[in-house]
T-cell receptor, first 111, second 117 residues
Framework: QKEVEQDPGPLSVPEGAIVSLNCTYS??????FMWYRQYSRKGPELLMY????GNKEDGRFTAQVDKSSKYISLFIRDSQPSDSATYLC???????????FGAGTRLAVHP | NAGVTQTPKFRVLKTGQSMTLLCAQD?????MYWYRQDPGMGLRLIHY???????AKGEVPDGYNVSRLKKQNFLLGLESAAPSQTSVYFC????????????????FGPGTRLTVL
C-alpha cells in the first residue's frame, strides 16, 4: 500500500462547480499535509498546507484533514478554467522537510 | 529573484551515455532535493542535501549520483543512462528549520524532460 493514495482522475467539471479532491494516508505520524498544484509542463507550486485535523480556508480553496479516517480533502468553490491542473497531496515525512506525494489528480474545468 | 532554475529543459540520451542536470536556487535555502515524476507514480525523491557538502539517499537513488559543492547548486548525475530513467526530473529547495514567519515548504523548479533511447 502506498503511503499516500490519490485517485488519478481525470476529473472533468463545468465552470462554477464545487470540486472535491481526496487523498488517503496510511502513516499517522507527522500530521502535516500539503496540497500542490501543477500546471501542464510546469513544476508543482504550494497551494495550501494544514496541520492535524480540521479545516483551513484560503479564498475559494478549503483543505480538510480527518484523522480518524486518515482522509485529506481539497475543496474548490466556484471552479474556474484556470483551476485546470494536476493537484498533488503530500504528507510531511519527518526530518529535513521531506515530503511523500500522492500520484496526483488531474482536474479539467470546462467553460 | 529567479527562484529555482533547472538546466537543461529537455534532453535525449542514448543508453549508456552520461549527463549532469543542474539545479540552482537564489533563495539561500539550506535544503535541496531531486525528484523524478512518472505517470501514475507521483513525485519520488531520488537524493537530497541538507547543506553545502552533504548528500543523502531518497526513495529511488539507484543509478544516480549527486553533489552539492556550493549552497546554491545541486547537481544530479546519470553515469550510464538506461531507458528506465526516462522521466521528468524536478529539483526543489526549502529553508532549514522552520522559524516564525518563514515557511518550510519546498519550492520547485520547472523540470527537465529526459528521454533515454
Amino acid at each position: 500500500q502506498k503511503e499516500v493514495e490519490q485517485d488519478p482522475g481525470p476529473l472533468s467539471v463545468p465552470e462554477g462547480a464545487i470540486v472535491s479532491l481526496n487523498c488517503t494516508y496510511s502513516n499517522s505520524a507527522f500530521q502535516y499535509f500539503m496540497w500542490y498544484r501543477q500546471y501542464s509542463r510546469k513544476g508543482p507550486e504550494l497551494l495550501m498546507y494544514t496541520y492535524s485535523s480540521g479545516n483551513k480556508e484560503d479564498g475559494r480553496f478549503t483543505a480538510q484533514v480527518d484523522k480518524s479516517s486518515k482522509y485529506i480533502s481539497l475543496f474548490i468553490r466556484d471552479s474556474q478554467p484556470s483551476d485546470s491542473a494536476t493537484y498533488l497531496c503530500a504528507r510531511f515525512s519527518g526530518g529535513y522537510n521531506k515530503l511523500i506525494f500522492g500520484a496526483g489528480t488531474r482536474l479539467a474545468v470546462h467553460p | 529573484n529567479a527562484g529555482v532554475t533547472q538546466t537543461p529543459k529537455f534532453r535525449v540520451l542514448k543508453t549508456g551515455q552520461s549527463m549532469t542536470l543542474l539545479c540552482a536556487q537564489d533563495m539561500n535555502h539550506e535544503y535541496m532535493y531531486w525528484y523524478r515524476q512518472d505517470p501514475g507514480m507521483g513525485l519520488r525523491l531520488i537524493h537530497y542535501s541538507v547543506g553545502e557538502g552533504t548528500t543523502a539517499k531518497g526513495e529511488v537513488p539507484d543509478g544516480y549520483n549527486v553533489s552539492r559543492l556550493k549552497k546554491q547548486n545541486f547537481l544530479l548525475g546519470l553515469e550510464s543512462a538506461a531507458p528506465s530513467q526516462t522521466s521528468v526530473y524536478f529539483c526543489a529547495s526549502s529553508y532549514g528549520r522552520p522559524l516564525a514567519g518563514r515557511s518550510d515548504t519546498q519550492y520547485f523548479g520547472p523540470g527537465t524532460r529526459l528521454t533515454v533511447l
